[in-house]
């Protein structure tokens, strides 16, 4: 099935965020049908904070050993592109398209210091001179939006976000990611403005996939969250080891 399409089936599609070969691989023996990577993790991996402080060419370079050892389709979260230039990030994403990559997530907002909200409007003109771009070198990948209104702790989190798929719809978005989103009665309004599919992201809250799906949620992902885990899990078994004087906890 193509990507594109895995995002309209009954249930919703559950992304496997991975940050290399091992994990992918992972996922695909799993029988996942699709992988993202996570920035926060392979900036992590890489000893950066997340917000683009890594550079476009060592994300390149960890997707092309992801896209060669898994046949999954993969989503790259291109952070905001790498560039505020429209078409730097046109060229971004070819390059991401040259590898086999079926689709990326782009931001509207930037970290500089902070993480702040780009402005609405200035961001959909950006991104309507990519996916034009795209278009004419007839570059198919799917463009998964992604807006921080909830994440960022906006005073009207529904309507702004509403106000944005709007636009963002209208200059080329094939879906909405919209992380932090937790309440049912909130998700399900978001859902219902639009018929884009929309993402949502692992929280504390977040109701089960059976409840997303009935309230019309399309796609699920992990974010950082099972890659901080699993760094958790390691330090609890390291410790163990120290503490133990033994490596019989690893068996």
Not at 222 to 241: E, S
């Amino acid at each position: 099935m193509d990507f594109k399409d895995l995002h309209f089936q009954d249930e919703p599609l559950l992304i496997a965020n991975v940050w290399d070969v091992p994990s992918a691989m992972v996922a695909e023996k799993l029988n996942f049908q699709a992988i993202g990577t996570s920035s926060s993790a392979i900036a992590s991996l890489l000893g950066y904070q997340d917000g683009e402080e890594m550079s476009f060419s060592e994300l390149e370079y960890i997707v092309k050993r992801i896209t060669v050892n898994s046949s999954l389709p993969l989503s790259v979260d291109l952070e905001s592109g790498y560039s505020r230039n429209p078409k730097e990030i046109s060229e971004h994403i070819k390059s991401l398209a040259d590898l086999g990559v079926a689709g990326i997530n782009i931001e509207d907002s930037i970290v500089n210091k902070t993480r702040t909200l780009l402005d609405a409007e200035t961001f959909a003109r950006a991104l309507s001179e990519v996916t034009q771009i795209l278009k004419e070198e007839k570059i198919e990948i799917f463009i998964n939006v992604r807006t921080d209104v909830f994440l960022l702790g906006h005073p009207t989190p529904i309507q702004e976000t509403k106000r944005r798929i709007k636009l963002y719809e209208g200059a080329g978005a094939n879906g909405i990611f919209v992380p932090c989103l937790e309440q049912i009665s909130d998700t399900k309004e978001i859902t219902q403005s639009t018929k884009l599919p929309i993402n949502v992201m692992c929280m504390p809250n977040l109701p089960n996939f059976k409840t997303l799906q009935d309230i019309g949620v399309k796609r699920i992902s992990m974010g950082n969250f099972v890659f901080d885990h699993m760094y958790n899990q390691f330090k609890t078994v390291t410790k163990d080891i120290l503490t133990q004087q033994s490596f019989k906890t690893l068996f």
